[in-house]
């Protein structure tokens, strides 16, 4: 029987699942197979080989499992995509929002570093009038 999917677990441990299911269903036709060419053996007091014959029904059999484990596979496929797109949509998410809260960090110290740029150009311009205004008024007075 095939594994039920887990959509909280890795991909990793569902795939290791899956390929660990399909060995089993490989084991059971090549099992299958023989058995059947030991049965075909037993009562066969003809010329041929049955050895590489299976009948119809346990053909049927075998193709029924194998539609069966692939359409299990593709519902595991499916569940795994949507649960990576989930996990890159959060985030893709949260990047933004950290993007954001950066962008809006930088541009207020900018703010803050352009205002304090301000007040110092008007303090030092302020002094240096301040004293070439005192340096002239020795001159003249002298």
């Known amino acids: 029987m095939a594994p039920i999917l887990d959509f909280q677990t890795r991909y990793d441990q569902r795939n290791a699942s899956y390929r660990s299911s399909q060995k089993d269903n490989l084991d059971d036709i090549v099992e299958l197979s023989s058995s059947a060419s030991h049965n075909s053996n037993k009562g066969s007091s003809g010329g041929g080989n049955m050895s590489e014959y299976v009948t119809h029904e346990e053909l049927n059999h075998v193709e029924d499992n194998l539609r069966h484990e692939i359409k299990e596979s593709k519902l595991e496929l499916t569940g795994s995509i949507k649960d990576t797109k989930n996990e890159l949509n ?18 207020t110290k900018f703010a803050n570093q352009k205002v304090w740029l301000i007040a ?21 007075n002298h």
């Open 90 to 107: 959060s985030s893709i998410s949260d990047l933004s929002g950290k993007i954001d809260k950066l962008s809006s960090n930088i541009d």
């Open 120 to 140: 110092t150009t008007i303090t030092v311009v302020s002094a240096g009038v301040g004293i070439l205004s005192y340096i002239m008024n020795l001159m003249i």
